[in-house]
């Protein structure tokens, strides 16, 4: 087998060293075109990372809907009128929409920046206090330290029970106190905390989710008189059916039961995460074609010097080449000899510039998250070791089409003529 000759190997390897510069340079242009492909590629990989922690595991095909003021006199109801949605509406989603999966009414009555709301002995905190379903953990989940989140017998027997976030946790608990089981005074009435909870985003919308509590919706309802109103919906689809056709079937029901004109599309208002997470995901491949055509220009780049300068060699062995063939070398040994050493050259320096690629990412992220410099729109770049093996295998045979020319060019050389060039 050619490939386990040792004498062609020694033959390769004395040649490649016999100008150890141009054979440096030669090989630093295939290196840094793979270096710069992997970087290129893991800091592409760190941005979208970053936007999607900054969403945490919602899921992408979320729904929201809220009522707003309508905008279209219909049936005698003049334009700017207010509603509210109500648990008979809940009902109705449920009934009339197979399409969506999870459904979660949602109700907020106070907002951490408003007065003190929570007591706990001689500590106070004003806290964003939240009435929810058990699917929400489902459509936006969180991290559960201890405990449990709300559950389905929660909200049947409207039981008075509280999830709290970190933040809450820290400020009205000392560090070693455990709070599930413990109690807190919300506007006078007494909660038990069943479980404590982290957001699962970053940055300041992770620290904004930290301080809510959440509390059975059921049980928000009936003790803050808040009646069947319900603040806004939280939903899902299907996997295999598109969040805007559920959406849209979604607010039409709406608009019936509420007397809202059909053409009135602000009446009632809505967010698809579905089309968001489509639009980054059009982005990033976006960001990634491009880092495929700079990069593999740039390896383009090294390879053709890689095939210029095996002409050069070639023509220096020109003598050597020739006296091989008056010898009995075939053609075929000839040109693959040629063509290896190529394949040799660039497959060496690719797989040195992809490992301390690979190296670079992994010494970033690691500074990244010991000086806390991540950030939601940062973090984690990496590289995906399939696209890294893909790039390396185009890069071998890039290295084998770059050493055909000067093959040619050597097999073309009659032995007699090799011989006489000076």
């Known amino acids: 087998m050619f490939l386990l000759d040792t004498d062609k190997w ?18 630093f242009g295939v290196f840094w075109g793979i270096f710069m492909l992997v970087i290129m590629l893991g800091s ?14 919602m899921a992408n095909n979320a729904l929201f809907m809220w009522t707003q003021p309508t905008t279209v006199h219909y049936k005698g109801f003049p334009r700017g009128r207010r509603y509210n949605f109500r648990n008979d509406d809940t009902k109705a989603l449920r009934e009339n929409l197979p399409e969506l999966e999870y459904i979660a009414p949602r109700l907020q009555i106070f907002s951490a920046q408003g007065d ?35 559950n389905q017998h929660d909200i049947e027997k409207k039981r008075k029970v509280i999830v709290i976030g970190t933040r809450v946790k820290d400020e ?14 919300i506007r006078g009435v007494y909660f038990r905390v069943v479980g404590v909870f982290s957001s699962k985003k970053n940055d300041q919308q992770a620290e904004r989710e930290n301080q809510q509590i959440f509390m059975p919706f059921t049980t928000l309802q009936q003790t803050y008189n808040m009646g069947d109103v319900v603040g806004w919906y939280s939903m899902t689809s299907f996997k295999e059916i598109p969040a805007s056709v559920a959406l849209e079937k979604a607010k039409k029901l709406m608009r019936e039961r509420h007397s809202i004109a059909p053409d009135d599309e602000r009446a009632v208002g809505s967010f698809n995460v579905e089309t968001e997470f489509q639009k980054m995901e059009n982005l990033f491949s976006g960001i990634n ?30 003598k ?14 000839v040109k693959s000899q040629i063509v290896l050493e190529s394949v040799f050259l660039t497959a060496l320096a690719g797989y040195i510039g992809l490992v301390l690629g ?6 970033i992220n690691y500074l990244l998250i010991k000086f806390g410099a991540s950030t939601d729109m940062f973090t984690r770049p990496e590289v995906d070791f399939q696209k890294a093996i893909v790039a390396l295998i185009i890069l071998i045979i890039s290295g084998a089409l770059a050493g055909l020319i000067p093959a040619r060019r050597a097999t073309q050389i009659k032995p007699i003529d090799a011989i006489r060039d000076e």
């Open 10 to 27: 020694t033959e390769i390897l004395h040649a490649l060293s016999k100008n150890k510069l141009r054979t440096f340079f030669t090989a």
């Open 116 to 150: 003190n709301n929570i007591v706990r002995g001689e500590r106070t905190g004003a806290f964003s206090i939240q009435g929810d379903y058990p699917d929400m953990n489902k459509i936006d989940p969180m991290n559960i330290h201890s405990g449990r989140f709300i």
């Open 44 to 57: 592409g990989k760190g941005l979208k990372n970053g936007v999607n922690q900054g969403m945490g595991d």
């Open 320 to 333: 050597e080449i020739g006296i091989q063939r008056a010898l009995g070398a075939t053609p075929l040994s």
């Open 172 to 185: 009205m608990f000392e560090k070693e106190e455990d709070p599930i089981g413990d109690y807190l005074r």
């Open 289 to 318: 074609g491009l880092i495929w055509i700079v990069g593999i220009g740039t390896l383009l780049a090294g390879v053709i010097g890689v095939s210029n300068i095996m002409l050069i060699v070639v023509k220096e062995r020109t």
């Open 358 to 363: 690979v190296a670079t990412l992994e010494l």
